[in-house]
């Protein structure tokens, strides 16, 4: 007794920060930080006060004024002392990921009032956040949300300021996150927030070069470009102004993709393209072939586009006719699975080309009375008219899940409230953007595009107990998929009654559905990159990639990272080791260590998934999808050409608008390598967790 009233006679009341300072001691936020760690393993939450008291206790007698680490120290030495080994393990762990957050912002200047992970915050500090004449950093994340806030409901003349409140706390709690430009650009001069562009070609030297010109200025601006050479002369035709030989379109695809290597925009977003041929194109083989020379087209990822007249001719073993674009006629014959297995051969070897199904594309247009789309945006997910263009944003999905009971569940309510606020957000977008040219302005407004989408679905299936690879999956995909289409056309409808349709209404299947629509297409299912990473979660609809690697943060300088939703199931159910973890990162999956059978099947990584299950996935979204879906679809090194074959004609059969593959080690560099039970798997900073390991991707 005599102890204890000592101890309470010299409770702590200051606390030495990291800075130096000495603040007000506030117990509250140790028995929150216990609590965390508890909640994490699904321990006894009434513990938490106790514990708190004991470490304040134990700190009173130890300390006059005790360091934030200090504190620390004692909170993992109570914790063990009362047998709560997993309670310290995940605030051990925790507390390890914070000080490497901590480094990183001290190096780069910055300041977190989010508290972001180390990926976040390399992600922040090279893209996102603003920075002054001199290059230092002059904003923080919350002061980023809060600016592309106040930007996009400038578009609101009604309760603008009740808008902005409602957008910021939408993004400040990663609920859904717009596409890179719009983080970027939203409240700066430059103000270009699309994500994708496509532009035209015609066969004539002044539209490619004009075309040339607008793609640096949207690339420099932060957008990603989409083109057809379909209408370009093939190499040797006749050019008659200078009675030379043309020398065809993949000679100006490397024009473009030298523009965009210099271009680099800004520094802050590697160039990304999408160049497209139609399989009826003479110099299709050469195209085929294009980047099987190592670094070839660097900046661009290629697609076959592909009629159903030619899938017909597959299906049939028959020859498909090749049209010179400048006369119209057929100047010879191929053997349609010749052309085939050409593109499957050149993907096995390169993940290039993927194909574009399109005339699903044109069947499933919303404005067939506009004309025919020819292209898609650079990772395929937004097939677009020229000058059109297009506003993504994605929601995290594992933010829209319910806890009852250690049980998960969709809030159903939450994703309705978030899909209904997020068109408004892109529809708002579209008004608030300054374009680069009169003409892609033109076309934004008179089609309205959007394109809302998901991310995190991968681990959604985790916490909802439900592994990738299983009909349970695809039946929650199209059931998730479908709610959001169904509520994205429901919130266009009540903006356009507000506010008006889209210009080009009469010229849509909207008008025999409804008297209002605000938007064209309101859903795509993008690959979200770098905003999953700021989200915390996986790239769009992919499965996890890897589930423990190493990852380069600076120079010469690793991070471990692993699965935070593996970590927090292999403390709370008490297999977690040093030891396991280590086995792990030497293998990048579950595959070869020894633990639970279900944690295995329901932690299976991407090359462990057969292609077709990817594909039925990407099939049960695009069902319900209005735009398109990027995914890809990661083969094991060891697929085969055959394998190749199998997944695109799964693709076509089971209406997908466009694939793309990757066999894994089919290019020279990669983001992320697996280190097969020999060396660490490792990522650099450019890995996302799935759709972009060999591949180009927007971000």
């Known amino acids: 007794m005599k102890n204890q009233k000592k101890r309470s006679a010299r409770r702590i009341s200051k606390i030495i920060k990291r800075d130096g300072s000495i603040v007000t001691f506030q117990p509250f936020k140790i028995e929150n930080a216990i609590l965390k760690a508890?909640?994490?393993?699904?321990?006894?939450?009434?513990?938490?006060?106790?514990?708190?008291?004991?470490?304040?206790?134990?700190?009173?007698?130890?300390?006059?004024?005790?360091?934030?680490?200090?504190?620390?120290?004692?909170?993992?030495?109570?914790?063990?002392k009362n047998h709560q080994d997993?309670?310290?393990?995940?605030?051990m762990l925790y507390r390890e990921s914070r000080a490497h957050a901590r480094e990183i912002k001290e190096f780069f200047g910055i300041k977190d009032d989010l508290k972001f992970g180390v990926n976040a915050i390399k992600v922040?500090?090279?893209?996102?956040?603003?920075?002054?004449?001199?290059?230092?950093?002059?904003?923080?994340?919350?002061?980023?949300?809060?600016?592309?806030?106040?930007?996009?409901?400038?578009?609101?003349?009604?309760?603008?300021?009740?808008?902005?409140?409602?957008?910021?706390?939408?993004m400040r709690n990663l609920e859904f996150l717009p596409n890179s430009p719009t983080l970027m650009n939203a409240g700066t001069k430059l103000g270009q927030l699309s994500a994708c562009f496509v532009l035209p070609i015609e066969d004539s030297l002044e539209s490619i070069f004009n075309t040339l010109k607008h793609a640096a200025i949207i690339q420099q601006s932060g957008g990603g470009t989409g083109f057809s050479f379909s209408r370009i002369r093939p190499r040797g035709d006749l050019v008659k102004s200078t009675k030379g030989i043309a020398s065809g379109p993949v000679s100006f695809i490397n024009v473009f993709d030298t523009t965009t290597e210099t271009i680099k925009q800004g520094g802050k977003r590697r160039g990304a393209n999408m160049a497209v041929l139609h399989i009826s194109h003479p110099d299709i083989l050469e195209f085929i072939t294009s980047k099987e020379k190592e670094k070839q087209l660097s900046n661009f990822n290629i697609s076959v586009s592909v009629d159903d007249k030619f899938m017909n001719a597959l299906q049939k073993n028959e020859d498909y006719s090749l049209i010179?674009?400048?006369?119209?006629?057929?100047?010879?014959?191929?053997?349609?699975?010749?052309?085939?297995?050409?593109?499957?051969?050149?993907?096995?070897?390169?993940?290039?080309?993927?194909?574009?199904?399109?005339?699903?594309?044109?069947?499933?247009?919303?404005l067939p009375w506009l004309g025919i789309i020819v292209s898609t945006n650079p990772c395929g997910e937004v097939p677009l008219f020229p000058y059109e263009s297009c506003n993504l944003g994605s929601i995290n999905l594992t933010k829209m899940l319910r806890e009852e009971d250690s049980k998960y569940s969709v809030d159903w309510n939450k994703l309705k409230q978030t899909v209904h606020l997020s068109v408004r957000f892109l529809d708002d977008v579209i008004d608030v953007n300054i374009y680069p040219f009169r003409e892609l302005e033109q076309m934004a407004k008179a089609n309205r595009r959007i394109g809302l989408g998901v991310m995190g679905f991968a681990e959604m299936l985790i916490l909802l107990d439900i592994p990738y690879e299983s009909n349970q999956?695809?039946?929650?995909?199209?059931?998730?998929?479908?709610?959001?289409?169904?509520?994205?056309?429901?919130?266009?409808?009540?903006?356009?009654?507000?506010?008006?349709?889209?210009?080009?209404?009469?010229?849509?299947?909207?008008?025999?559905?409804?008297?209002?629509?605000?938007?064209?297409?309101?859903?795509?299912?993008?690959?979200?990159?770098?905003?999953?990473?700021?989200?915390?979660?996986?790239?769009?609809?992919?499965?996890?990639?890897?589930?423990?690697?190493?990852?380069?943060?600076?120079?010469?300088?690793?991070l471990f990272e692993v699965n935070k939703i593996f970590l927090e199931k292999a403390i709370k159910e008490g297999f977690y080791s040093d030891e396991l973890m280590k086995e792990i990162v030497l293998n990048g999956s579950l595959k070869k260590v020894k633990m639970?059978?279900?944690?295995?099947?329901?932690?299976?990584?991407?090359?462990?998934?057969?292609?077709?299950?990817?594909?039925?996935?990407?099939?049960?979204?695009?069902?319900?999808?209005?735009?398109a879906v990027s995914k890809t679809i990661n083969l094991p090194n060891n697929s085969t050409i055959e394998d190749i074959k199998k997944a695109y004609l799964l693709a076509y059969k089971t209406k997908c608008k466009g694939i793309t593959v990757y066999r894994y080690g089919s290019k020279p560099e990669q983001v992320l390598y697996l280190g097969e039970g020999k060396k660490p798997t490792k990522a650099t900073i450019e890995f996302t967790g799935g759709t972009c390991i060999g591949k180009i991707c927007t971000f």
Request: glycine share 4%; proline share 3%; net charge positive.
């Open 473 to 558: 999956a695809i039946q929650i995909a199209e059931k998730i998929i479908s709610f959001i289409e169904k509520k994205s056309h429901l919130a266009s409808m009540e903006i356009a009654k507000e506010k008006g349709n889209f210009e080009n209404f009469e010229k849509s299947i909207w008008k025999t559905k409804t008297k209002h629509m605000r938007n064209c297409a309101c859903t795509t299912i993008a690959p979200t990159g770098t905003i999953s990473i700021i989200a915390g979660c996986s790239s769009g609809i992919e499965p996890i990639f890897a589930i423990a690697f190493m990852r380069e943060i600076l120079a010469g300088k690793h």
């Open 38 to 80: 508890i909640k994490a393993v699904k321990g006894n939450e009434k513990l938490a006060k106790k514990l708190t008291e004991e470490v304040i206790d134990n700190a009173s007698v130890k300390f006059n004024i005790p360091s934030v680490e200090q504190i620390q120290d004692v909170v993992e030495d109570i914790l063990v």
């Open 324 to 366: 010179n674009p400048r006369t119209g006629r057929a100047i010879k014959k191929m053997n349609a699975r010749s052309l085939f297995d050409a593109i499957c051969k050149a993907a096995w070897k390169t993940g290039d080309p993927g194909m574009i199904f399109i005339d699903e594309v044109n069947r499933k247009s919303q």
């Open 596 to 627: 639970p059978e279900k944690t295995k099947k329901l932690f299976k990584t991407s090359l462990e998934i057969s292609a077709e299950q990817h594909i039925k996935i990407q099939s049960s979204f695009q069902k319900y999808t209005d735009n």
């Open 124 to 170: 922040l500090e090279e893209r996102y956040l603003l920075r002054d004449e001199e290059g230092k950093i002059i904003e923080t994340p919350i002061e980023m949300f809060r600016r592309v806030a106040r930007a996009v409901a400038r578009a609101e003349k009604v309760k603008q300021m009740e808008f902005e409140d409602k957008f910021f706390s939408l």
């Open 86 to 91: 997993r309670v310290a393990k995940a605030y």
